[in-house]
């Protein structure tokens, strides 16, 4: 089975700096997705960014960009210029490519991320 | 367009009581998901729709839980007797291609307290 290891519970950055939050998976797969979600307060889980494994270029969305290395299986989040409204859970999460029963996401446990002034 | 809608907001129940929650979809979304998020932890699948039919249901408690989803809409997810450790967040999602590779779109979610 798939695991999803983000080994930073909580993270602080200093309203407009550049802010990296790491994740790592397990998978025999050499196909798949990968996701960050954030989860401000609301509780409403909201997609930052994803990835396709195949791709080799890493995704980018406005000030949130991912560096993903494959062969070490590592997906981080870089959040450029961070606002407060950035503040919030974020998680990471991997899809298999298979259908059926596997086609679920399997998440994280989630990092912390404090913006300050 | 109009978001994934879940009800009620907050739910506090006893244990061994009987509690359900509601979902509608994003209209048009063929697959339907609800997550169980326990404090501290990511969302876990529960139970896995495509249209009116499941898809997965193997991390469903099936003694105490059970989910449907008439007509391939809402759903509604009901968990009779509660014990304790089903406190937690409760997560519905859609997305339109069923493969959900693009990703989902999540409600905001029903907080559950069993005491």
Redesign the interface.
């Known amino acids: 089975a798939q695991t999803?290891t983000q080994s930073q519970p909580e993270m602080s950055v200093q309203e407009a700096e550049t802010v990296t939050l790491s994740c790592t998976y397990d998978t025999s797969e050499s196909d798949y997705?990968l996701?960050w979600?954030k989860q401000p307060p609301?509780?409403?889980?909201?997609?930052v960014i994803?990835q396709?494994a195949y791709k080799q270029q890493n995704a980018t969305e406005n000030r949130f960009s991912v560096n993903f290395q494959k062969a070490a299986k590592s997906f981080s989040l870089k959040i450029s210029d961070s606002q407060l409204g950035d503040a919030a859970m974020y998680?990471c999460?991997y899809?298999s490519?298979n259908?059926?029963?596997a086609?679920?996401?399997t998440?994280?446990?989630?990092t912390r991320l404090q913006v300050t002034l | 367009e109009a978001g994934v809608a879940q009800s009620p907001r907050y739910k506090i129940i006893e244990k061994r009581q009987s509690v359900a929650f509601w979902c509608n979809p994003i209209s048009g979304h063929a697959t339907l998901y609800w997550y169980q998020q326990i404090l501290g932890q990511g969302p876990k699948l529960l139970i896995q729709f495509q249209n009116n039919g499941v898809v997965d249901d193997s991390q469903l408690p099936k003694d105490r839980f059970s989910a449907e989803r008439l007509k391939g809409v809402d759903s509604t997810l009901k968990i009779q007797p509660a014990k304790l450790e089903d406190s937690a967040v409760y997560l519905c999602a859609s997305s339109l291609e069923w493969t959900g590779v693009y990703g989902y779109t999540f409600g905001s979610g029903t907080r559950l307290t069993v005491v």
């Open positions: 999803v997705y996701f979600y609301s509780r409403q889980m909201i997609l994803r396709e998680f999460a899809r490519p259908t059926g029963t086609s679920k996401l998440f994280g446990t989630g």
